[in-house]
């Protein structure tokens, strides 16, 4: 009985020279539509899947392999003496390796223009449907999804060494192919925000060298589509590979630069802030950002959203730092930065900020799923709460605190002016830490003098007000939503401090 090879793909590279080795390896071709054509061009010897069906495609092509006689081909054992006696009473060949990719629905949907039901008819059903067949009878029948695998396929086939194992690989390969390619059309076609089923892809970049400590295994995956203004929508110039934590310290950096429009600089350590710099040039910005904590800064995580210049290339260039992340350098400023042989620089596109993707963290047993923190609170946004009025500096820098404040882990307390961050206490168990730790990272600091502090929670009691008083703090922002606000305020008017409530709570763990 002669072997059978199906052939149809979307993607038609390689098939050509893909087909002239199998047949040189006692295949005979059956084949559809486009893929037939494209082999019959070559003058690869293929019958069209019609003749063994004796049913013309209809529908517009929508039906052409969904047919018994390709399916019993396809799913027959051949250990099983019914099936083998079924297929020769209904004069069916058995089809031993079926080599399908499917229609082009994630590259459909990402063209700008493209309309729904262009989409919905890149909704692929036979192949889907002969791929699970194949890979369901795997012991029996290769099946390939990918033109990446069919020079391994024919190195096999031709030293003899496709085995049961080399099979079911390749039918794990068809599952997970299949269940992603499912995975997109439902995130397509849901509307719903929180779905009773969660059905996510992505597409592996990389096996990492290790996650977050030496002994822990890591990769690297990326979302089907990912965002554009993502680190997986980046280029990488420079530098070694990015590590476990590189990717999460540079996704919290890039999510704090991306608040703000005006040149600013964020310097990031251990997912947390460590300084933060905005000037109406990079230059300044970068300095204030530098000097905002010039011992954390070290060893640590720079986004930029300017083109990095030679000036502040040449000032980033003194200290060590792991990754420079901007929408450009110039040549001058990457030929100093580049000096160093392990420092990453990265572009990426800040015209694409956008962020929609849901935030996601893995728990035992499952994963919780919110929509992304993209509130941000205004002048306008705020309740002044005390005696003391806030002065229109004191109202910018509010303003600043609390959006640098939702970026910080819980519980989180800054200190910053208008344009720089000054001190910031982060992750402590309890508020009244915090709030000491920003205060003794800022008050020997130049521009202490016109400071806010900032809080992400309320003050459960009003310490943190009087110790803030204490420091000579003149104003500060808190969402307010205590039961003992009153004595928070209190203590406020006690020492004329201006506080105001910004209403929304910024927890971050």
Not at 16 to 45: H, M, P, R, W
Not at 49 to 75: C, Q, S, W, Y
Not at 269 to 297: E, Q, R, V
Not at 466 to 472: K, M, P, V
Request: with cysteine; aromatic share 8%.
């Amino acid at each position: 009985m002669k072997k059978l090879a199906l052939l149809s793909v979307s993607d038609k590279s390689g098939i050509v020279e893909f087909a002239q080795k199998l047949i040189k390896q006692g295949f005979s071709i059956i084949s559809t539509g486009g893929t037939l054509k494209k082999l019959q061009e070559n003058n690869v010897d293929a019958e069209a899947v019609e003749n063994i069906t004796n049913f013309k495609e209809m529908l517009d092509g929508r039906v052409k392999t969904l047919h018994p006689r390709i399916h019993a081909g396809i799913l027959a054992k051949r250990d099983n003496k019914v099936h083998m006696q079924q297929l020769a009473e209904n004069n069916i060949n058995p089809i031993d390796l079926v080599c399908v990719n499917l229609y082009p629905f994630k590259q459909t949907i990402q063209k700008p223009d493209v309309t729904d039901a262009e989409a919905i008819e890149n909704i692929d059903i036979g192949g889907p449907s002969m791929l699970r067949a194949a890979a369901k009878n795997y012991k029996d029948v290769i099946v390939i999804t990918e033109p990446s695998d069919y020079e391994l396929v024919i190195q096999k086939l031709e030293s003899d060494e496709i085995d049961e194992e080399f099979k079911r690989h390749l039918a794990a390969k068809v599952f997970r192919d299949t269940a992603a390619y499912d995975a997109l059309i439902a995130k397509y076609m849901t509307k719903e925000e929180f779905p009773e089923k969660l059905t996510l892809t992505y597409e592996k970049v990389e096996d990492m060298r290790y996650g977050e400590n030496s002994h822990q295994k890591a990769a690297y995956y990326r979302d089907s589509i990912p965002e554009k203004y993502s680190l997986a929508n980046s280029k990488q110039l420079h530098g070694k590979q990015l590590s476990y934590n590189n990717i999460r310290d540079a996704d919290a950096a890039l999510r704090i630069v991306a608040e703000f429009k005006q040149p600013a600089v964020v310097a990031l350590k251990h997912m947390n802030p460590c300084g933060i710099g905005l000037a109406d040039n990079l230059f300044d910005a970068w300095t204030k950002a530098y000097n905002a904590d010039s011992i954390s800064i070290f060893g640590g995580i720079i986004v930029l959203n300017r083109e990095v210049d030679l000036k502040t290339a040449e000032k980033m260039h003194e200290i060590f730092l792991e990754i420079v992340i901007a929408p450009s350098f110039s040549d001058e400023a990457y030929d100093v930065l580049a000096k160093k042989k392990n420092i990453r620089l990265i572009t990426l596109d800040f015209d694409k900020i956008d962020p929609k993707h849901k935030d996601e963290v893995s728990v035992l047993g499952g994963t919780l799923i919110q929509e992304p923190d993209l509130a941000h609170e205004s002048v306008a946004d705020f309740e002044v709460v005390t005696k003391a009025q806030p002065t229109e500096e004191q109202l910018k820098a509010l303003e600043f605190g609390q959006t640098v404040v939702k970026h910080v882990k819980s519980n989180a307390v800054v200190i910053t002016t208008a344009d720089q961050t000054l001190g910031i206490g982060a992750g402590q168990m309890n508020r009244i830490d915090s709030t000491k730790i920003s205060i003794e990272k800022a008050e020997t600091k130049q521009g202490y003098e016109n400071a806010i502090m900032a809080s992400d929670a309320f003050f459960p009691m009003d310490d943190c007000v009087e110790y803030a008083a204490q420091h000579n703090i003149k104003a500060i922002v808190e969402p307010g939503g205590s039961i003992r606000d009153k004595d928070s305020i209190a203590m406020a008017d006690k020492y004329g401090i201006a506080m105001v409530f910004s209403k929304k709570r910024h927890f971050k763990h």
